[in-house]
């Protein structure tokens, strides 16, 4: 078992920045590759963005392409996203999901990740 435990939302003036962090223990974080899904009200959940176990490769989706970052530190069992510039439309529950991977892929799809985290809520407002 996988527990990830997600922190760094709130409450963000449009344009303004956020940095999620998503904590994980259990079992060795380096054999895992990790993802940042959100779900906004209404609508089903998408990834964001997506990192190997290295952290070598990674995926963004377009709607976040340049105002996002994904990275981690396997020494601290963490995953990060830095997010800049957002928008509105970036209100969301954010979620970190882990997925064991022997090869050093992202992964794009919520079916392909084993763990979930119980989620952070960021809002973009005025």
């Known amino acids: 078992q996988v527990q990830l435990v997600e922190s760094g939302g709130g409450l963000v003036q449009p344009g303004g920045s956020l940095r999620l962090s998503c904590a994980a223990s259990?079992?060795?974080?380096?054999?895992?590759?990790m993802g940042w899904f959100r779900q906004a009200v209404g609508k089903e959940r998408e990834n964001v963005a997506a990192?190997?176990?290295?952290?070598?490769?990674?995926y963004y989706a377009g709607s976040v392409k340049g105002r996002f970052t994904i990275s981690r530190d396997n020494a601290k069992n963490t995953v990060y996203l830095q997010m800049s510039s957002l928008k509105p439309e970036d209100t969301a529950v954010y979620y970190c999901?882990?997925?064991?991977?022997?090869?050093?892929?992202?992964?794009?799809?919520?079916?392909?990740?084993?763990?979930w985290g119980q989620g952070t809520q960021v809002t973009v407002s005025s």
């Open positions: 999901a882990a997925k064991f991977s022997s090869g050093d892929y992202y992964y794009r799809r919520t079916t392909n990740y084993d763990y």
């Open positions: 259990g079992r060795t974080f380096s054999n895992y590759a």
């Open positions: 990192i190997s176990w290295s952290g070598s490769n990674t």
